[in-house]
């Protein structure tokens, strides 16, 4: 997924909060920040590692804190390939 053909890095972040949204008990709660200062992007080597936080409900109802580290890398066709995700 392509959304900003000049700035991969914010396409990274989009598709980080994607496959983070995935590993979710509640996706639908899921709020991340909007501030670019929370989220950081690196790349090297054509790999793409997002480290940010989303606030989400647990099993429980219960909103908590996550902090998460994506690492992925750009394919073809618009398509992103996760390599790993970690979420505390």
Do not use: C
Request: hydrophobic residues 35%; charged residues 25%; glycine residues 4%.
């Amino acid at each position: 997924m392509t959304l900003f053909k000049d700035d991969p890095e914010i396409d990274a972040k989009v598709m980080a909060q994607k496959f983070v949204k995935s590993h979710l008990v509640s996706p639908a709660s899921a709020k991340f920040p909007w501030t670019p200062s929370e989220t950081t992007v690196t790349e090297s080597d054509g790999i793409y590692t997002v480290v940010g936080y989303v606030d989400s409900k647990n099993r429980m109802g219960t909103p908590l804190r996550s902090h998460y580290t994506v690492k992925m890398n750009p394919l073809a066709n618009d398509k992103w390939r996760l390599i790993d995700l970690k979420i505390k």
